[in-house]
């Protein structure tokens, strides 16, 4: 067994999207995952399905990068609790239009 990884695999491994499947408040969802992503994100329908509680941010702000045609502005936020298996955490995440979502959504 071979446990080195080539530089090739290394960079390969860093653009991967990863999808799992998660518990959000007893419901079954999608999770998306990248891993050279250092934004939380869930989608309004999310939010509004669940009925999760959402807060205004404190510095709303624009982005662009999960829509390249239009700046999406982000003016709340949610605290995600989520069990995928037996792992279970709580994640801040800034909500953001349904189709533009790169966390969970249902």
């Not at 530089?7 to 518990?23: A, G, S």
């Not at 079954?28 to 807060?55: F, Q, R």
Request: glycine fraction near 0%; include cysteine.
């Amino acid at each position: 067994m071979n446990a080195q990884v080539s530089e090739e695999d290394v960079e390969q491994l860093r653009e991967n999207i990863f999808y799992i499947i998660c518990h959000i408040k007893n419901k079954v969802c999608n999770m998306i995952m990248d891993n050279d992503s250092y934004t939380n994100v869930a989608s309004t329908t999310l939010v509004t399905n669940l009925n999760l509680s959402a807060t205004n941010h404190v510095i709303p702000y624009k982005f662009q990068w999960l829509n390249e045609y239009e700046e999406v502005r982000v003016t709340t936020l949610v605290l995600i609790s989520f069990l995928v298996g037996r792992y279970k955490d709580k994640v801040l995440c800034e909500v953001s239009c349904s189709y533009t979502c790169c966390t969970p959504i249902c």
